[in-house]
């Protein structure tokens, strides 16, 4: 293993097992009864033939919000500590623990539960957690099965995603399936029952990162040609978190389908291609009014190491302006600009037009975006935002990143920022970040 020189002295983990993690408990119990081997040698060989992995990732986070007694700094550290043996008669098991740290010792900064509500929002909060936990089957042929605490990442993770942007990853407590057998096809579906959730979402009860749902998703890729997929997909969203049908239930079902991809048009150059529409209607006693259209058409060109490109994406409202369209399990970074002014969409919805260019030089990559939000209700423009990052591998396993995301508001109008009373406030946000991974 290669030095590690982001934080000298950091002790790694002192992860604490969540009692809630039944599927995990249930697949340990299948290991011990057969799937592994009773012959202590055998046993030996399947542990230290496994794969370890590590990720240490500092991080520095400023963020300026008008409205706001102080500015938020976050000096904050996340730890990813995992094993997965060497699979035997089919099965396998990945253990992984996850553990953020404060390195500046006081808080300043608001992290969704230390009630330091004077500062704005950072959502990366303190914890000691399992972040997956799971056992795995391949003894169908074409088919990979996994129970247990597990990532779950689709398409571009508009809808499911891992968060991992954040310091605190998200993942999900239950089974899926995975089926490859027809030709340039992949199945997936999974049943969850509960998130271990980043706090970044906002949804979670407080005080507790673990969400009670029922989810149902099942997905269909068809890639005919390389560069090219064609999704479909239907998901079943219930928060058990929330027994009635107020206007906090937003448990929904969501189908759609997604055209991606990226054509040759000569030696050097692509057409860049993106079409997806989807339709949310309320779900298993989710409040009522839910029912609202997901729109993304974009394009642009990409030549070599550089591309640019051009895309609308609406999260609908609907007919009374007064619910938009939610994305409870999606990683809502990387969407809608980096300054995360609507990860809750506001009730009259969300039109997103924006512009990306990006390449790299030297082995820097950067990437530069702007973005022009309205709403879909009655075109209230909310306001406008720049985002612009570098990434430089600094070796092989070490990168360092430089972010920067500044939102421009239309004051008196849009969605309230969690954390702040007032609506549609101007922000700015930087990042400072070390990435090693082993």
């Not at 969540?18 to 011990?32: C, D, P, Q, T």
């Not at 479909?232 to 929904?252: H, R, T």
């Not at 394009?299 to 591309?307: C, E, H, N, Q, W």
Request: proline share 4%.
């Amino acid at each position: 293993m290669n030095d590690i020189n982001p934080v000298a002295g950091y002790a790694l983990i002192k992860a604490k097992s969540s009692r809630k993690v039944r599927l995990s408990v249930i697949g340990a119990a299948m290991i011990a009864s057969g799937v592994m081997p009773a012959n202590a040698d055998s046993l030996s060989d399947i542990l230290t033939g496994g794969q370890l992995s590590l990720q240490m990732r500092p991080r520095y986070e400023f963020v300026q919000q008008d409205g706001k007694a102080y500015n938020a700094n976050a000096l904050t550290m996340r730890t990813m500590l995992g094993y997965s043996i060497k699979p035997r008669s089919d099965f396998g098991a990945t253990l992984q623990f996850i553990n953020v740290s404060n390195l500046d010792g006081q808080k300043h900064y608001n992290d969704t539960g230390n009630g330091l509500i004077a500062y704005p929002v950072i959502a990366d909060p303190s914890l000691s957690a399992i972040n997956q936990a799971v056992i795995s089957y391949a003894g169908i042929p074409g088919t990979a099965l996994k129970f247990g605490r597990q990532i779950i990442v689709l398409d571009n993770s508009r809808f499911v995603g891992n968060v991992d942007f954040r310091q605190n990853m998200q993942t999900f407590d239950g089974s899926s399936l995975e089926n490859r057998s027809l030709p340039h096809t992949t199945l997936f579906a999974a049943h969850i029952t509960h998130v271990k959730g980043s706090y970044a979402n906002y949804q979670i009860p407080v005080g507790s990162n673990l969400q009670p749902v029922r989810v149902d998703l099942l997905h269909a890729d068809f890639s005919p040609v390389t560069g090219l997929d064609l999704v479909g997909y239907d998901y079943f969203y219930q928060d058990l978190s929330v027994l009635d049908s107020s206007a906090n239930n937003i448990s929904n079902s969501t189908a759609g389908l997604r055209l991606h991809g990226a054509s040759p048009i000569s030696e050097r150059a692509k057409l860049l291609y993106t079409a997806e529409y989807a339709k949310q209607r309320g779900y298993a006693g989710g409040r009522a009014g839910i029912d609202a259209r997901y729109l993304h058409f974009g394009g642009g060109v990409g030549f070599g190491s550089l591309y640019a490109r051009l895309d609308y994406e609406l999260l609908g409202s609907n007919a009374t302006g007064t619910y938009g369209l939610q994305t409870p399990l999606a990683t809502k970074h990387s969407f809608n600009g980096w300054a995360d002014m609507f990860l809750v969409t506001p009730g009259k919805g969300l039109k997103d037009e924006y512009v990306t260019v990006g390449g790299s030089a030297s082995k820097l990559n950067l990437v530069a975006s702007y973005h022009d939000y309205h709403a879909d209700y009655d075109s209230t423009h909310y306001g406008t935002e720049w985002n612009l990052s570098a990434v430089y591998p600094l070796e092989k396993q070490l990168t360092v990143s430089v972010i920067y995301a500044g939102y421009t508001a239309k004051d008196g109008v849009g969605a309230n920022y969690p954390g702040t009373l007032v609506p549609n406030v101007d922000t700015k946000k930087t990042w400072l970040m070390l990435d090693y991974r082993y």
